[in-house]
C-alpha cells in the first residue's frame, strides 16, 4: 500500500526516481522557463508569478492530451476554478497564461504529469474516465531584505481537487517556504493560530524535484511565505503544482 493511500500524504524524490538518460537537459529546460514567469495579475504586490495549463490524462493509453485555452487581446490563457477551497477567491475562475506548447512537451514534465497519475486512485467508474490534470507553474520571487512572497491561499488549505502534488524546482537563498500537512480541520489556519495537535508534520523540500502529494480528502496543506536569505542574490522558490480531478457526468433527474 502506498503512502498516499495509507497516510493521505507522501513525499518523493523524482530526480532518483525517474532517473533517465537526458533528464538533466530536460530539468534545465524547466527551470531556465521559470525565469521569465508572468507576474500574477491575482497577487501583483506578493511577488508571486504563474503560468497555468489544463491537460486530461486518458486511461487506455496513458497519453497526455492538452485541453483548448481562452484567447483574450492575442494571448491565451487558461480558467482555473477553486470554488469555496480558497478563501481568498471563493466561487470565482483565475485566468492565467498558458505553458508555452514546447515545455507542455518536455519529456520530464511529462514524465512528472503521468507519474503522480499513477499514484492517484479512483473508483471505477472513474478511472476508466478521462483524468484531469491542472498544471502550474509558481515562482514566488524576492529581491529585496524586506520582500515577502506568499502563495495562495496563506493558511492550510484543501484545494477541492482529490490529488495535489508539488515538485521543487528551484529554491535559491530563501527563508520560508515551510511545508506542513494537518488534518482536515486545521483548514484556514496559519502557523500562528492552528493547534500543533492537528499538524502531521512540518518538512521543507530542497532538493531540485523533491515533492510531495496530499489526498484532499484526508489533509490540509500548507506552504508559509518565502522571504530573501542571507546572501546578496534575489531569493527564489519555483515548484510545478499539479492537481488531478476526474471526468464528473452530472445526474439528470427523471421527469
Not at 534545465?28 to 508572468?38: I, N, S, T
Not at 483565475?94 to 504529469?113: A, G, H, S, T, Y
Amino acid at each position: 500500500m502506498s503512502n498516499l493511500i495509507k497516510n493521505g500524504y507522501a513525499r518523493y524524490d523524482l530526480m532518483q526516481q525517474l532517473d533517465y538518460e537526458g533528464i538533466e537537459a530536460d530539468y534545465q529546460a524547466l527551470l531556465d522557463y521559470f525565469e521569465d514567469l508572468p507576474i500574477d495579475e491575482y497577487a501583483k504586490d506578493l511577488n508571486r508569478y504563474r503560468r497555468y495549463s489544463r491537460a486530461l490524462v486518458l486511461p487506455t493509453s496513458g497519453q497526455i492530451e492538452w485541453l483548448p485555452t481562452l484567447t483574450k487581446d492575442g494571448e491565451e490563457y487558461s480558467a482555473y476554478f477553486q470554488g469555496k477551497f480558497n478563501p481568498e477567491y471563493p466561487g470565482s475562475y483565475r485566468e492565467f497564461p498558458c505553458i508555452d506548447k514546447e515545455i507542455q512537451n518536455n519529456k520530464l514534465l511529462e514524465k512528472i504529469i503521468l507519474f503522480d497519475y499513477h499514484e492517484t486512485f479512483w473508483k471505477e467508474e472513474d478511472r476508466i474516465m478521462p483524468i484531469h490534470a491542472g498544471v502550474h507553474f509558481v515562482k514566488l520571487y524576492v529581491q529585496n531584505d524586506t520582500d515577502k512572497a506568499v502563495s495562495s491561499p496563506n493558511c492550510f488549505h484543501q484545494d477541492g481537487e482529490p490529488f495535489t502534488f508539488a515538485h521543487l524546482i528551484k529554491r535559491e537563498n530563501v527563508k520560508g517556504g515551510t511545508n506542513a500537512i494537518g488534518i482536515p480541520k486545521a483548514a484556514g489556519e496559519t502557523f500562528d493560530t492552528v493547534n500543533q495537535d492537528d499538524v502531521i508534520e512540518i518538512f521543507e523540500i530542497t532538493k531540485p524535484l523533491e515533492s510531495y502529494g496530499v489526498e484532499d480528502s484526508a489533509v490540509s496543506h500548507y506552504v508559509s511565505p518565502i522571504e530573501k536569505g542571507d546572501a546578496e542574490e534575489a531569493g527564489v522558490r519555483s515548484v510545478i503544482l499539479i492537481d488531478y480531478q476526474q471526468t464528473v457526468v452530472a445526474d439528470v433527474d427523471d421527469e
